[in-house]
C-alpha cells in the first residue's frame, strides 16, 4: 500500500484560513475509500484527530523543531502533500512532492527583505515538486506571472464551502449580539482584507451598521479602532474577534448583507458561506474574486467611499425587487463548491503521482 504524507500542522489553528482548508480537506478525505493508499496526517494534538477520524489516516505528532532541516522528518513516504505555500515543514529525502498554492501574497507585502526571503523559499518548493494544484484560476495565472514555474502536471482544484448544512439552534444567541440592520464581514485585521474603507462607506449608508469578525491582534486593529472613533462610528460598529462555527452562521444568517473589499484572494471562502444562506454579497472586483462571487454578485470596482454606498445601495434594491430569484441564485452557488468533490479530485493527483 502507498503512504501519503499530509503535511497538515495548521490544523492547530483550526480557524484560520489554512487551518480551514487543512480540517476540510482531511474530512472529506475521511469519507473516501483509498484501499491503495494510507494517508498520514501531520497535527500537533493527534489524539484530538484520532477521536474525530479513528483509524482512518495513521497520526504523525507535527512538532516544530522539523522545520529545521538536520532535524526534517526521513521517512521516505511515496508522496509527501504540502498543503500550502508557505509551510516551512519539508522532507528530508528527495522524494515525490505535491504543493498547494493558496497565493503569493507574500510578492507585494511586507519588507523588500522579507519579499526576498520568501521568494527562494518559495521558488525551492517550486523546484521539488512533481506536481502543482492552485485553488484558482487567478493563483495559476498569479504564479506564472511571477515565477519560472517548472513542467510538472498543473491543476486547478477550487475549495469547497465549509457551510454545507446549517445547523443553528432557533434559540441560538451570539455574546456579542449585533446592532441591526447591520452588514457582516470576516477575515483577519489586516491592510489587505481593506475593513478601513468599509468604514469611510458606512458614512454614506446610516442606515446600516457594521459588523467584522477576525483576528484582532495586529496594528492595522488598532488603526481601525482609531478610525471608528475619529469618524464617530461607536455606536454603529462592533469587532467580534475570532468566532466558531455556530457564530459565524447567527452573523450570517441575520446580517443585510456580506460586504468583502479585499485587496488581493487566491480564492475567498467567506463570500461563498455567506451565499449559502442567500445572502447579498458585495465584493472587489479583483483577483480570484470574480472568479468566485460569480454573475450576481455586486462588485466594487474601486473604494471611494461614496461610491461603494452608492454601489450597496443600488445592489440591495436590485436585491430586493427580486429576491426569491437572488436567494435561490446564491445558494445553488454556494453548493456547487463541495470539499467532497474537492477531495476527489486532489485522490486523483494522489493516484497519478503514485502510479
Given amino acids: ?54 483509524d ?20 521516505k513516504y511515496d508522496l509527501w502533500h504540502c498543503l500550502n505555500q508557505n509551510i516551512k515543514i519539508e522532507p528530508f529525502f528527495n522524494i515525490p512532492y505535491l504543493l498547494t498554492i493558496h497565493d503569493i501574497h507574500f510578492v507585494t507585502e511586507g519588507s523588500p527583505g522579507i519579499q526576498a526571503k520568501l521568494k527562494d523559499k518559495f521558488n525551492a518548493k517550486l523546484k521539488r515538486s512533481n506536481a502543482i494544484v492552485y485553488i484558482s484560476d487567478f493563483a495559476k495565472q498569479d504564479t506564472h506571472a511571477h515565477f519560472e514555474v517548472p513542467d510538472v502536471p498543473e491543476y486547478v482544484i477550487h475549495n469547497g464551502n465549509t457551510i454545507t448544512n446549517i445547523i443553528l439552534p432557533e434559540n441560538y444567541h451570539p455574546e456579542l449580539f449585533p446592532h441591526k440592520p447591520y452588514l457582516f464581514s470576516i477575515g483577519d485585521f489586516s491592510e489587505r482584507k481593506n475593513f478601513m474603507s468599509l468604514l469611510q462607506m458606512l458614512n454614506f449608508l446610516p442606515e446600516y451598521h457594521l459588523l467584522l469578525a477576525g483576528n484582532k491582534s495586529s496594528s492595522y486593529f488598532q488603526e481601525f479602532m482609531l478610525q471608528v472613533e475619529q469618524l464617530g462610528l461607536q455606536q454603529r460598529v462592533q469587532t467580534v474577534g475570532k468566532i466558531e462555527d455556530l457564530q459565524k452562521q447567527y452573523y450570517l444568517q441575520n446580517c443585510e448583507a456580506f460586504v468583502f473589499p479585499s485587496l488581493r484572494e487566491g480564492f475567498g471562502i467567506p463570500p461563498i458561506e455567506a451565499m449559502r444562506f442567500g445572502k447579498p454579497v458585495f465584493i472587489s472586483n479583483n483577483t480570484s474574486l470574480p472568479e468566485i462571487g460569480g454573475e450576481h454578485s455586486f462588485y466594487w470596482d474601486h473604494y471611494e467611499p461614496q461610491y461603494m454606498a452608492h454601489v450597496v445601495r443600488s445592489g440591495m434594491e436590485k436585491y430586493k425587487a427580486d429576491q426569491s430569484f437572488y436567494d435561490n441564485w446564491y445558494v445553488e452557488r454556494a453548493q456547487s463548491f463541495s470539499w467532497d468533490e474537492t477531495a476527489k479530485k486532489y485522490v486523483e493527483v494522489y493516484r497519478s503521482l503514485l502510479k
Fill in 1 to 54: 500500500m502507498k503512504q501519503v504524507f499530509l503535511e497538515s500542522h495548521n490544523l492547530k489553528n483550526k480557524y484560520t484560513g489554512f487551518g480551514q482548508f487543512n480540517y476540510h480537506l482531511i474530512k472529506a478525505l475521511s469519507k473516501i475509500e483509498t484501499n491503495d493508499m494510507q494517508v498520514t496526517i501531520n497535527a500537533k494534538r493527534p489524539n484530538v484527530w484520532k477521536n474525530e477520524f479513528g
Fill in 56 to 75: 482512518r489516516f495513521k497520526y504523525h505528532k507535527y512538532r516544530s523543531i522539523t522545520r529545521h532541516k538536520p532535524f526534517r522528518i526521513k521517512k
